[in-house]
């Protein structure tokens, strides 16, 4: 189906007939695809638990060349074809390795945790076929997939919140677990490299370091920059840039390291706050530009759990740092 509004513009709602979040963009077949939380609406509570983030499938989003009209290409994964899960389909990712296309998604198993999935399919556009089973070591929300130059694939993950992150600090779920002291270092996202067919994890979750220029950690209590949720990884000049949600701040922001498991050091601020409390994207080069694809509530008039995909394109200084993006102005 496509979007009959063209052309699409930067900093717009890329559709407008499904409400969509939480964006994670890849080239495939030299197409622009996007993955992304299809948001419904309901009469369930909302809450710091993010009961309202009651998504039940995904839709695969592809772009024309010019990024000026967008084709939505119908159901991709159901929650009832999946059948570890119980509800909650969130930030999906994909990637494409050995000739077949994976996406990886987080949803609450029959326990009410959270854990991730894969599913496998043909086409870059789905449908999706779940494993029977989630990612055996697999916890919390958000899964991020990168594959680097030489072949090897990681996924980062991991939100505060209701996505469970605090629980999971002793390595076992533990329910009633509260966060750090506020001036004890944050939390990290975690990393794991990906088996060869991408289906399970090579070694367990490690959590990633986030510190200042100096080397000092970031703090629990510094909200302005510590990881909530949403991480993402890309590579630009040799450098690995991990960019994430503030939660609270609503900030999309990153940090820069030379190896992929970090530790990384803190840069600076990519996206500044957008309508609706959550926050979360991703970055992908298209024909020889960067873009940023994020979410925000404006089309639904600020209703947090009815978002909107939207796009920008991302520059970098000489310096490789990023210009802020506000996406109002
Ligand atoms: O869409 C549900 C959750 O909200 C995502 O997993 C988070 O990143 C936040 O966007």
């Known amino acids: 189906m496509s979007d009959s509004r063209k052309p699409i513009a930067p900093n717009e709602p890329i559709v407008t007939h499904l409400y969509t979040a939480d964006p994670s963009a890849h080239v495939f077949e030299g197409k622009l695809y996007v993955y992304p939380s299809h948001d419904i609406d309901h009469d369930g509570p909302t809450n710091d638990n993010g009961d309202q983030y009651a998504m039940e499938d995904y839709r695969v989003l592809s772009f024309d060349e010019e990024l000026t009209s967008c084709t939505d290409h119908g159901e991709a994964l159901h929650v009832r074809d999946v059948p570890w899960a119980s509800k909650q389909m969130w930030a999906p990712d994909a990637a494409f390795k050995n000739g077949r296309y994976y996406l990886f998604f987080p949803a609450r198993d029959h326990d009410g945790i959270f854990r991730i999935g894969v599913a496998t399919g043909d086409s870059p556009a789905g449908p999706f076929r779940a494993e029977p089973d989630c990612i055996p070591g697999s916890f919390s929300i958000d899964p991020a997939v990168f594959v680097d130059d030489d072949g090897r694939a990681y996924m980062y993950f991991g939100g505060l919140w ?19 002291d506020p001036s004890a270092p944050a939390l990290g996202p975690r990393v794991a490299e990906l088996s060869g067919d991408l289906l399970s994890f090579r070694s367990a979750p490690a959590e990633i370091r986030i510190a200042d220029e100096d080397g000092t950690p970031i703090a629990a209590g510094d909200e302005e920059r510590r990881y909530f949720e949403g991480p993402w990884m890309h590579k630009h000049n040799g450098l690995y840039y991990l960019s994430y949600s503030t939660g609270t701040t609503h900030k999309l922001v990153y940090a820069v390291s030379d190896n992929p498991l970090g530790p990384f050091a803190f840069k600076g601020t990519i996206l500044t706050p957008v309508l609706g409390w959550t926050t979360h994207h991703s970055i992908v080069r298209y024909r020889d530009k960067w873009y940023l694809f994020y979410h925000d509530a404006s089309l639904s008039g600020g209703i947090d759990h009815k978002r909107s995909v939207k796009f920008a394109e991302l520059r970098y200084r000489d310096d490789g740092t990023i210009v802020t993006i506000d996406p109002y102005a």
């Open 162 to 180: 209701g996505g469970q992150l605090e629980k999971w600090q002793t390595g076992e779920y533990v329910p009633d677990a509260a966060g750090p």
